[in-house]
């Protein structure tokens, strides 16, 4: 009974018999997003954060659903490819509503933004800075600092990122080339449940900016990247968009009254508790004294989450029982890799009995693969 509760709590709004209807009208593994979440997420971004435009990372979770829906609420979008940007702009979507932060691109990515008109893009090395003056000199241009990446899981400065001792030589040498560079940007690693984090990039950036200035270099935009929480307000040892907006307000504040540009790239904070996975039990066996339960969603489908971004989930068996025992949960594909977790404390289950697993709408469905013939699990929005 104490697990049904929690279960309650955490898939508010979608109750039991909901989700035994959604399974027979759509099958499983099917991932559920719920709307009104999406919504909330992305109104207390504007809230919390007044003044700073709200680019919604599509790589999140690229779902046509989740693109129509933030479309309609007026959000603008963070691209980082070719199709992404024609994905975006079927919603009709204009280009002065997308960023394409991507600071390595593809030969083809520049040409279609240039195409269409999508000209804010970020670069963080001489080499994209060439490929730009060649296929789209009139982009404006944001220079992406490496910053910390104190108290991410994933740290986004490791593959990305100039060096802010290289910033001014990369600023000057874009101005040289006869290109337009506007602004700055970083990402502090995702999530980053360290609020300080933000504050140390911000600095590293007025720091940038001021010797950008003195050498005649003025820039009028600054972008945050990602990285906030998953959840809105504090969940016990986690952060939330509210302590992290405590901080950046009055920094981002000072930006904006002396008329800075602020963007920020939201993909987990607006997509990862709208997102619930119902995966079914397809087999049963016991292997060296354990049981192991295999379902019809695995590592390479809405669990890839677990490899690409290293998350944690939480199972809930819809099934009443008075005792839990440790199982092992695999995927249904081939490979022996296929362990989706261990040690999790459920009821006896059967073949055909539901999991359902909350807080899995980012970097999940986005990177699930059809590996072994396995379609990607059906989305539906409730
Ligand atoms: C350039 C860029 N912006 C924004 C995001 C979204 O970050 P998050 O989902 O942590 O908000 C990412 C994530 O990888 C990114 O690489």
Not at 134 to 145: D, G, K, T
Not at 171 to 194: I, K, T, W, Y
Not at 245 to 263: Q, T
Request: aromatic share 10%; charged share 20%; proline share 6%.
């Amino acid at each position: 009974m104490g697990r049904l509760r929690v279960l309650e709590r955490q898939l508010f709004p979608l109750g039991e018999e909901q989700i035994f209807e959604l399974v027979s009208q759509f099958g499983t593994p099917l991932l559920v997003l719920l709307r009104e979440r999406i919504i909330a997420n992305y109104r207390a971004f504007q809230r919390f954060l007044p003044g700073v435009e709200v680019f919604y990372a599509v790589k999140a979770n690229p779902h046509p659903l989740v693109v129509g829906l933030l479309a309609s609420l007026g959000s603008s979008f963070d691209v980082a490819s070719k199709q992404e940007i024609a994905l975006v702009a079927s919603f009709g979507v204009s280009p002065e509503r997308m960023i394409f932060a991507n600071t390595i691109k593809r030969r083809e990515g520049i040409l279609y933004a240039r195409q269409v008109g999508v000209s804010l893009m970020t670069y963080d090395n001489e080499e994209e800075l060439k490929k730009i003056a060649r296929f789209y000199p009139e982009a404006q241009l944001i220079l992406r600092l490496k910053t910390p990446s104190n108290g991410s899981r994933i740290d986004l400065s490791y593959k990305f990122g100039a060096d802010p001792q290289e910033a001014l030589e990369l600023l000057q040498r874009a101005q040289d080339m006869g290109l337009r560079p506007v602004g700055l940007s970083f990402h502090v690693g995702s999530p980053c449940h360290n609020p300080k984090t933000y504050a140390t990039a911000l600095h590293i950036v007025e720091d940038v900016l001021e010797k950008a200035q003195e050498r005649g270099l003025f820039l009028t935009l600054i972008d945050i990247g990602g990285g906030f929480p998953l959840h809105t307000y504090a969940v016990e040892g986690e952060g939330s968009l509210e302590a992290v907006s405590e901080i950046l307000r009055p920094l981002l504040g000072a930006f904006l009254s002396r008329g800075f540009r602020v963007l920020a790239e939201p993909g987990r904070s607006i997509v990862g508790n709208a997102g619930i996975l119902i995966t079914r039990v397809i087999g049963k066996a016991w292997r060296s004294g354990k049981i192991w339960y295999y379902l019809d969603d695995g590592l390479y489908g809405t669990f890839s989450a677990i490899p690409f971004d290293k998350a944690h989930f939480s199972f809930y068996a819809l099934k009443e029982s008075d005792g839990e025992i440790p199982a092992t949960l695999a995927g249904p594909t081939c490979d022996s890799l296929d362990v989706v977790a261990e040690d999790v404390l459920l009821p006896p289950l059967e073949v055909d009995d539901l999991i359902v697993v909350p807080d899995i709408g980012a970097y999940s469905w986005a990177s699930a693969t059809n590996f072994n013939g396995f379609d990607k699990p059906q989305v539906v929005m409730v």
